[in-house]
T-cell receptor, first 111, second 115 residues
């Protein structure tokens, strides 16, 4: 049973526009949510996180929103840049900081 | 600034062979993890360790073994390679304490094919 779902395998956005990546989770007991970015032939790199006691966290062009009642997490990238083209994974953390990942969304930012 | 280093980067094994995937980190992190990523899927946790001498199973531990004799190293052992173990393997580390949980840092992966 998948605890973290990213229902959009891919997303294409024009440079300068907003990219919105979505993630749904099933277990309301999770208390920390993260986004990782992955380029080909590299490991995932941490992007941004949010605690369950918040509903928004910003870091520059990146904002994560958390809707606990809907068990929904989203990542907004504004403005999108070609260098943002990568696979984005949402992840939830449990005991011992173990991560459970979604299946990823491939973002392509076009010129 | 090395971070998490994995060796080898690529390997082809025959069915039934064994090998050890190496992982070392130089950030003095107490927690270390092994994940595998199959095509089109997210990363799945194989084993993890919360400190030297302490290891525990993750979601998909069958066919693997680990050890953690030092803070820096966390090797992953495949004893009898099977085609289902063809995957990309990622090692990660993080610092966690009662007061703080830091995000995991990942190595660049080992791409393993079993034929």
């Amino acid at each position: 049973d998948q605890q973290v779902k990213q229902n959009s395998p891919s997303l294409s956005v024009q440079e300068g526009r907003i990219s919105i990546l979505n993630c749904d989770y099933t277990n309301s007991m999770f208390d920390y949510f993260l986004w990782y970015k992955k380029y080909p032939a590299e490991g995932p790199t941490f992007l941004i996180s949010i605690s369950s006691i918040k509903d928004k966290n910003e870091d520059g062009r990146f904002t994560v929103f958390l809707n606990k009642s809907a068990k929904h997490l989203s990542l907004h990238i504004v403005p999108s840049q070609p260098g943002d083209s990568a696979v984005y994974f949402c992840a939830i953390t449990g005991t011992a900081s173990k991560l459970t990942f979604g299946t990823g969304t491939r973002l392509q930012v076009t010129l | 600034n090395a971070g998490v280093t994995q060796t080898p980067k690529f390997r082809i094994l025959k069915i039934g062979q064994s090998m050890t995937l190496q992982c070392t980190q130089d950030m003095n992190h107490n927690y270390m993890y092994w994940y595998r990523q199959d095509p089109g899927m997210g990363l799945k946790l194989i084993y993890y360790s919360v400190g030297a001498g302490i290891t525990d199973k993750g979601e998909v531990p069958n066919g693997y073994n680990v050890s953690r004799s030092t803070t820096e190293d966390f090797p992953l052992r495949l004893e009898l390679a099977a085609p289902s173990q063809t995957s990309v393997y990622f090692c990660a580390s993080s610092y966690s304490s009662y007061w703080s949980n830091q995000p995991q840092h990942f190595g660049d992966g080992t791409r393993l094919s079993i034929l």
